[in-house]
Nanobody, 124 residues
Framework: QVQLVESGGGLVQAGGSLRLSCAASGRTFNDHVMGWFRQAPGKEREFVAGAVWSGGSPWYADSVKGRFTISRHNAKNTVYLQMNSLKPEDTAVYSC?????????????????WGLGTQVTVSS
């Protein structure tokens, strides 16, 4: 059974940093895209960052480019999202997911496995 468990969320002041972790278990995802999405209250879920587990260039939403970095630790089967220069508009529940369709890393509908998410709150 595949499980994705996020951690690392919390409350931080604007300009601060957080590192989110997503621990995967149940199988390996060598050729799959691991993605991070977020959903703020009253808004649709949006793509944040993604990367193929086995390597290659990552993808980022324009709103986080230059501030967020996705990385992975293969031995730990864990994906990270380093978030720097956080802004109040980054406040959301952040979830990691595995792309099981291989069509587009930006589209949530193509991700078949999801974690429950972790809350990130950025105060001004």
């Amino acid at each position: 059974q595949v499980q994705l468990v996020e951690s690392g969320g919390g409350l931080v002041q604007a300009g601060g940093s957080l590192r989110l972790s997503c621990a995967a278990s149940g199988r390996t995802f060598n050729d799959h895209v691991m993605g991070w999405f977020r959903q703020a209250p009253g808004k649709e879920r949006e793509f944040v960052a993604g990367a193929v587990w086995s390597g290659g260039s990552p993808w980022y939403a324009d709103s986080v480019k230059g501030r967020f970095t996705i990385s992975r630790h293969n031995a730990k089967n864990t994906v990270y999202l380093q978030m720097n220069s956080l802004k109040p508009e980054d406040t959301a529940v952040y979830s990691c997911a595995v792309d099981t369709h291989g069509r587009s890393p930006y589209v949530a509908a193509y991700y078949g496995y999801w974690g429950l998410g972790t809350q990130v709150t950025v105060s001004s």
